[in-house]
């Protein structure tokens, strides 16, 4: 991949990680937010709230550390190969969590999930994808009557599965990542040389 490739290519993964980021950052800042306006913020921190619905702590937490990681590498304390790695780990963290909050978490850590419907069942992945992600983004351009979280997930996933995408492509061809053992970037530095 040549240098202007690249470069689109890191503008285009700063984008979309950032929106995830804020994403994260506006969900969880905004329910603390509801806690500490409801003086409940130290019995939420302190108590079995946060294990029951750890989400809003997390999804802070989460955010501030990408958006720290975006300002490392932009003030060149963090290396380009080490920023995509930790993005896309960070990236899968999301996918995984998410299936797992939906599936053997039952929508909560260490049996303080919330009451699930009786219709709400957790068969298997493809009833997961189908019911958590196709389903609601159908409703999205249906027009569907459906609550903003459950919107704002689907857009979320979309937007972390196209991050990974992005920075696994500048992981492995990014010229900007040295690393010797890279067998991607020794071709393109083995062309310039002929």
């Avoid at 919107?151 to 992005?166: C, D, F, N, P, Q």
Wanted: proline share 4%; glycine share 10%.
């Amino acid at each position: 991949m040549d240098e202007a490739a690249a470069r689109k290519l890191r503008f285009v993964a700063l984008q979309v990680v950032g929106a995830v980021a804020v994403i994260h950052l506006v969900a969880g800042a905004a329910e603390l937010a509801r806690f500490a306006n409801a003086g409940l913020l130290v019995t939420y921190l302190t108590g079995d709230q946060l294990l029951s619905q750890p989400e809003p702590l997390l999804f802070t937490v989460s955010a501030l550390a990408i958006l720290a990681g975006v300002l490392a590498v932009g003030l060149g304390y963090l290396d380009y190969r080490k920023a995509y790695a930790l993005g896309i780990a960070m990236m899968a963290v999301y996918l995984l969590s998410w299936l797992a909050w939906h599936s053997f978490l039952d929508h909560g850590l260490f049996g303080g999930g919330e009451q699930a419907a009786e219709d709400h069942s957790h068969a298997g992945l493809v009833e997961i994808l189908a019911t958590h992600y196709v389903e609601p983004m159908v409703g999205i351009f249906t027009g569907a009557d459906q609550p903003g979280q459950v919107t704002l997930a689907v857009i979320s996933k979309t937007l972390e599965t196209v991050a990974a995408a992005v920075l696994l492509a500048l992981y492995l061809l990014d010229p900007r990542v040295e690393d010797p053992e890279n067998p991607v970037v020794a071709m393109g530095g083995e062309t310039e040389e002929n």
